[in-house]
């Protein structure tokens, strides 16, 4: 087991190391779809000696040891480094997705890691004809990308079309569906970064996570919405969103003023989930009409 555990490690210390929608590559950068993470050295040191370990505890004194051996610095500086790691990766200490604080022991990694470029393809219909054409030149920009980024193209070229249609005034809804660890959340964010280089756009973002006790099912799209009203043009979303969707607008805590809130909480309060449904589709409507 113990030759098991070190073979595990030395792959991994020679390959580019994939988790979420990061890859930290074995030369220390740590990407973000096509962006680079700006990181002070010593945090990235951490991030890899924790990643190459992932799932096994590490022990503050073994870090400190092993990437600053034979010079003596204090704890703190490890603890900078983890709220720099933290910091980088948009996590929350209270809610703890990559690297997990084991008491006064020392740190976890604990997201799934995948030591080389998912290659698999996703499970989506073909293209349509539309969408062929830009088959051969996303094969073709895809070769000149840092990023690696293979055998999704086709996958790529449904996701335009789909929303080339959106652009046609067609609603469109894509599910995205396999196996964990393909390349889906991979693709998405390289599919919003091209939207972003080349469209005039709003994106909204809501993530499933996994919850303690009791969960609740509008989470992610309280966050998407939520992030549409801080991002520019967000004035435009609050007034459409008061509008059409005060029952909404009424739960998104930070986001009106705390009077404001507690004012539509009450015009709202009782109201079905057919009618929040209906808000919400009348909502989206609007907003993305008027991106357009």
């Known amino acids: 087991m113990a030759q098991s555990v070190e073979q595990s490690t030395q792959a991994r210390d020679a390959s580019d190391l994939h988790f979420g929608p990061f890859r930290l590559e074995k030369t220390k950068r740590l990407w973000r779809g096509e962006r680079i993470v700006d990181m002070r050295p010593q945090s990235l040191a951490v991030l890899r000696y924790l990643a190459e370990r992932s799932g096994q505890l590490v022990t503050r004194e073994e870090l400190l040891r092993q990437l600053w051996p034979g010079i003596y ?18 996590e929350d200490s209270d809610v703890q997705q990559f690297v997990e604080t084991v008491g006064r022991q020392g740190y976890r990694f604990i997201a799934p890691i995948i030591t080389s470029p998912p290659v698999r393809s996703l499970q989506i219909s073909t293209p349509s004809v539309e969408a062929e054409g830009r088959v051969q030149q996303l094969r073709t920009n895809s070769l000149r990308q840092t990023t690696p ?8 070229a449904l996701l335009h079309a789909t929303f080339e249609q959106a652009q046609r005034g067609e609603r469109q809804i894509v599910f995205l569906f396999g196996e964990a660890g393909i390349g889906k959340t991979t693709l998405v964010d390289h599919f919003l970064n091209e939207l972003q280089a080349n469209e005039q756009v709003r994106i909204g973002r809501g993530q499933c996570v996994e919850q303690h006790g009791g969960g609740e099912a509008d989470l992610p799209l309280l ?6 009203c801080r991002d520019p043009g967000g004035e435009q979303v609050m007034t459409i969103l008061h509008h059409y969707a005060p029952s909404w607008l009424g739960q998104m805590f930070g986001v009106v003023e705390t009077r404001e809130q507690e004012a539509l909480q009450r015009h709202v309060q009782g109201s079905s989930r057919e009618r929040m449904l209906r808000e919400l589709a009348g909502a989206v409507e609007a907003i993305a009409t008027d991106a357009v």
């Open 73 to 90: 610095v204090t704890k703190t500086v490890l603890r900078v480094c983890v709220h720099e790691i933290r910091q980088a990766l948009n």
């Open 149 to 156: 980024f293979v055998g999704r193209e086709s996958e790529l």
């Open 223 to 228: 966050e998407a919405l939520g992030q549409l």
